[in-house]
T-cell receptor
Framework: AQSVTQPDIHITVSEGASLELRCNYS??????LFWYVQSPGQGLQLLLKYFSGDTLVQGIKGFEAEFKRSQSSFNLRKPSVHWSDAAEYFCAVATYSGGGADGLTFGKGTHLIIQP | ETGVTQTPRHLVMGMTNKKSLKCEQH?????MYWYKQSAKKPLELMFV???????ENNSVPSRFSPECPNSSHLFLHLHTLQPEDSALYLC??????????????FGPGTRLTVL
C-alpha cells in the first residue's frame, strides 16, 4: 500500500524568505502526486500535481514542486513567501487502477507559520 | 453555486442522534468521495463512489452510511456516533476518464462534534 511522509509538522519562515516543504512517498509504480493547501476552516485547494513528463511542475500562487524518483520525493518550494501563505500543506499520492475512482493517501500535513 | 458544496458547515449531535451530511458537486463529475480529517490523524479516505456505485469502503464502521442517489449528490448518514467520530468531514469529486487520472476537488467540509 502507498504511504506519504511529511517529516516537518511545523515550519516557521520569515516573510519574503524562500520555502521548501518536504514530502516522501512509498509506492511501487510511478505515482500521481499532489500538493494541497488548507486555510483555517476551509477545504483543500489543489496547488499543483505531477502525473508524468517534466519533473518540475508549476502550480498556483507561485509554488513549484520537483519529482525525484531516486529519492521518492516531491518537495514543494516557493522562492518568496507572503503572509497569506500561512496555512496547512498536504502532500498526497494516488494510484490509478485503469478507470476506477481511486482515493488519495495523504501525509499528516505541515503547518506553515509566517513571521513578519 | 460553484465547485463542491457541503451542508451543514457545523453540526453538533448527541450519541443517540441521527443526522445526515450533504455534499453537492456542480462540476459535472462522475466520482465522489468522503474523507475524515481528525485532529491527530492524516486525512483518511472513507468511501468512494464511481458512477453512483460504491467502489470502496475503507473499513468504516457501520454507524456511517453513505448514499449516492445521483452523480451530483452524496450523503453521509450518521447514527449512534461516538465522541471520537468528532472531526472535519470532507467531500470531494473528480471526473473519471478512461486512460487518465484527474485530480479531486474538495468541498469546505462539515465540522462534526459528537457530545
Amino acid at each position: 500500500a502507498q504511504s506519504v511522509t511529511q517529516p516537518d509538522i511545523h515550519i516557521t519562515v520569515s516573510e519574503g524568505a524562500s520555502l521548501e516543504l518536504r514530502c516522501n512517498y512509498s509506492y511501487g509504480a510511478t505515482p500521481y502526486l499532489f500538493w494541497y493547501v488548507q486555510s483555517p476552516g476551509q477545504g483543500l485547494q489543489l496547488l499543483l500535481k505531477y502525473f508524468s513528463g517534466d519533473t518540475l511542475v508549476q502550480g498556483i500562487k507561485g509554488f513549484e514542486a520537483e519529482f525525484k524518483r531516486s529519492q521518492s520525493s516531491f518537495n514543494l518550494r516557493k522562492p518568496s513567501v507572503h503572509w497569506s501563505d500561512a496555512a496547512e500543506y498536504f502532500c498526497a499520492v494516488a494510484t490509478y487502477s485503469g478507470g476506477g475512482a481511486d482515493g488519495l493517501t495523504f501525509g499528516k500535513g505541515t503547518h506553515l507559520i509566517i513571521q513578519p | 453555486e460553484t465547485g463542491v458544496t457541503q451542508t451543514p458547515r457545523h453540526l453538533v449531535m448527541g450519541m443517540t442522534n441521527k443526522k445526515s451530511l450533504k455534499c453537492e458537486q456542480h462540476l459535472g463529475h462522475n466520482a465522489m468521495y468522503w474523507y475524515k480529517q481528525s485532529a491527530k490523524k492524516p486525512l483518511e479516505l472513507m468511501f468512494v463512489y464511481n458512477f453512483k456505485e460504491q467502489t470502496e469502503n475503507n473499513s468504516v464502521p457501520s454507524r456511517f452510511s453513505p448514499e449516492c442517489p445521483n452523480s451530483s449528490h452524496l450523503f453521509l448518514h450518521l447514527h449512534t456516533l461516538q465522541p471520537e467520530d468528532s472531526a472535519l468531514y470532507l467531500c470531494a469529486s473528480s471526473q473519471l476518464t478512461s486512460g487518465s487520472y484527474n485530480e479531486q476537488f474538495f468541498g469546505p467540509g462539515t465540522r462534526l462534534t459528537v457530545l
